[in-house]
């Protein structure tokens, strides 16, 4: 997170303007800066999706303007077009905002999204498993019809020499 951004996180957590934030609210921060840490931010604004859209709500409005959501589009690993391609996307109602049900489905949209690269990480990671048993199974056989070879010629070699 770049400077600029932290100071964003902490206004948007200093609810009172004190400049300073309350147990909960570092709490919070902590939760969101290891989650951005552990690549689990769309795991974080799934389960605590109420808290994140107030926090994001920076108004008070009951809901979030593009604006708001791009000022906070890095907590989700989202950044450049990408943040206002997806808030296009989720703005159902196409207010230009997104309110609770429409930042609800953007949180199982991250979720379902988070769990399909998940899987194709894992299905990858699998193939390339698979790939290099077949090519070990490959080279094994090779030696082994290598020593099987060098057997028979051994074995050749050796009647043919009883013979002679």
């Known amino acids: 997170m770049s400077t600029i951004q932290i100071y964003k996180v902490f206004d948007m957590l200093d609810v009172d303007g004190s400049g300073k934030i309350d147990f909960d609210e570092f709490y919070l921060l902590a939760c969101i800066l290891v989650s951005l840490k552990d690549k689990e931010e769309k795991q974080f604004i799934y389960r605590h999706s109420r808290t994140v859209f107030e926090l994001l709500d920076e108004d008070g409005s009951q809901s979030i303007s593009a604006s708001e959501f791009s000022a906070f589009g890095f907590?989700?690993?989202?950044?450049?077009?990408?943040?206002?391609?997806?808030?296009?996307?989720?703005?159902?109602?196409?207010?230009q905002e997104l309110d609770y049900k429409e930042?609800?489905?953007?949180?199982?949209?991250?979720?379902?999204?988070?769990?399909?690269?998940?899987?194709?990480?894992?299905?990858?990671?699998?193939r390339?498993?698979?790939?290099?048993?077949?090519?070990?199974?490959?080279?094994?056989?090779?030696?082994?019809?290598?020593?099987?070879?060098?057997?028979?010629w051994n074995s050749l070699r050796d009647v043919t020499c009883n013979i002679l």
């Not at 390339?128 to 057997?151: A, N, P, T, Y």
């Open 75 to 95: 907590l989700f690993n989202f950044h450049g077009d990408a943040v206002h391609q997806i808030f296009k996307d989720f703005d159902i109602s196409g207010d």
């Open 103 to 126: 930042f609800k489905m953007f949180a199982m949209a991250c979720i379902d999204r988070q769990n399909d690269i998940d899987r194709r990480k894992r299905d990858k990671l699998e």
């Open 128 to 152: 390339s498993r698979r790939q290099r048993e077949e090519k070990q199974g490959r080279k094994e056989v090779k030696r082994l019809k290598k020593i099987d070879s060098s057997r028979n």
